[in-house]
């Protein structure tokens, strides 16, 4: 059974910080990673998608990794603002089409 | 185009009612997903539909059941509704192998 594993719970920078969020899983028999975010009592935006045959993904600001023989994803914000506060999470797709995800990460990202 | 949509976003009901949330996936996405956030659990597999048959089912009681139609809109009913139900619902959509795109949510309170 896939479990996916976010240490910290909780971040808290201030702006223009570089920083890293990880997110590890058991099972490296997945066929991609997303990283959503989630803003309170809203819904998740999907972030970045990672194929299971790729090495990481980028968009903007965003740059996320997958190392699946290590079961390791990461998520590097660059130059953090404000608005990027919110609730961070990633998740496997396994062969059943089935997302697991991790707790979340709460990022709060101080002026 | 238009993104997941989800009806009603807010529910009241009480103990032992039956209560039935709707999801319109995005015009062409052929699965559908649901999945129950809390604050304990995370975000945990309910079922996916794919051209209306159940492909996958999550680890609940059968009180929790769902349906999807020739639209590929999709419909899931909670019966015998307990405190521990409360909770916000997510519907998902997506095409094989790109990302899931999630709806807003409904909110169920029961008192």
């Known amino acids: 059974k896939q479990e996916v594993t976010q240490i910290p719970a909780a971040l808290s920078v201030p702006e223009g910080e570089n920083l890293v969020l990880n997110c590890s899983f058991t099972?490296?028999?997945?066929?991609?990673l997303q990283w959503f975010r989630q803003d309170p009592g809203k819904g998740l935006t999907s972030l970045l998608l990672i194929q299971s045959s790729q090495r990481e993904q980028t968009s903007g600001r965003l740059n996320a990794s997958l190392d699946k023989s290590s079961g390791r994803s990461t998520l590097y914000i660059a130059a953090s603002q404000p608005g990027d506060s919110a609730t961070y999470l990633c998740?496997?797709?396994?062969?059943?089409?089935?997302?697991?995800f991790g707790k979340g990460i709460t990022l709060s990202v101080r002026p | 185009k238009a993104g997941v949509t989800q009806t009603p976003r807010y529910l009241i009901k009480t103990r032992g009612q039956q209560v039935t949330l709707s999801c319109s996936p995005i015009s062409g996405h052929r699965s559908v997903s649901w999945y129950q956030q809390t604050p304990g659990q995370g975000l945990q597999f309910l079922f996916e539909?794919?051209?209306?048959?159940?492909?996958n089912k999550g680890n609940f009681p059968g009180r929790f059941s769902g349906r999807q139609f020739s639209n590929s809109r999709s419909e899931m009913n909670v019966s015998t509704l307990e405190l521990g139900d409360s909770a916000l619902y997510l519907c998902?959509?997506?095409?094989?192998?790109?990302?899931?795109?999630f709806g807003p949510g409904t909110r169920l309170t029961v008192l």
């Open positions: 539909y794919f051209s209306e048959t159940q492909r």
């Open positions: 998902a959509s997506s095409l094989a192998g790109h990302r899931v795109v």
């Open positions: 099972d490296s028999a997945i066929y991609n």
């Open positions: 998740a496997t797709t396994g062969a059943n089409s089935k997302l697991t």
